[in-house]
């Protein structure tokens, strides 16, 4: 059997990244899947530094965001994107494990699974309000949509189809905690727990 390898769209919003898009670039680059089936597109919201410059020197798709704020950039993206599955990452999001993209790619050969979320980790030199968006969630969003807001929290608020070390597979349809079983569903997402 073949391992399931689709073609992958990774969107990514910038803005004046010119610092931190080399190292998340190269991060990406070495990421343990073919390199023909990545298309990277950079949605940029009119950098006035080299961003746009560097993306274009190595030959990736670079589209103009006029509404500047990433939400805009992310559909921009998603309208663009000709991968079977599309990722979205944020220029100070970046993976760890060389592995990480195949590992969750690989989760959606289960054709249950439509979309996922991330855990997010911190690094030391973290602001305490970078810690606290990635930990909990901004306080809007909290005060809207409550536990249902923070992939740590998903199991308390959806019904858990599937649990392992890598993932969890919520039905986003149901509002029943923590009850983990096999049922089938029409509707999931997954939240990936590993550290990648």
Not at 53 to 66: D, F, G, R, S
Not at 75 to 80: D, F, K, V
Not at 109 to 138: L, R, V
Not at 142 to 160: D, L, M, P, Q, S
């Amino acid at each position: 059997m073949y391992p399931y390898l689709p073609n992958l769209s990774i969107i990514i919003p910038t803005l004046n990244n010119e610092k931190s898009l080399p190292f998340f670039l190269n991060l990406l680059k070495l990421q343990i899947y073919p390199k023909d089936k990545i298309e990277m597109i950079i949605i940029d919201g009119g950098s006035s530094d080299k961003t746009v410059t560097i993306a274009k020197k190595i030959k990736i798709k670079v589209l103009h965001n006029p509404y500047v704020l990433a939400e805009p950039a992310i559909s921009l993206g998603l309208n663009n994107a000709r991968g079977d599955l599309t990722m979205i990452l944020a220029v100070d999001n970046y993976f760890k494990d060389p592995n990480a993209v195949k590992i969750i790619v690989r989760v959606f050969s289960d054709k249950a699974i439509y979309a996922a979320f991330p855990k997010h980790d911190n690094e030391d030199n973290y602001s305490f309000f970078s810690k606290y968006h990635n930990i909990f969630t901004d306080p809007f969003n909290h005060f809207v949509y409550g536990e249902a807001a923070n992939a740590r929290t998903f199991y308390r608020v959806y019904k858990t189809i599937k649990h392992n070390e890598i993932y969890d597979v919520y039905n986003y349809l149901s509002t029943s905690n923590n009850n983990r079983t096999g049922d089938i569903c029409q509707s999931c997402m997954l939240t990936l727990t590993l550290n990648v």
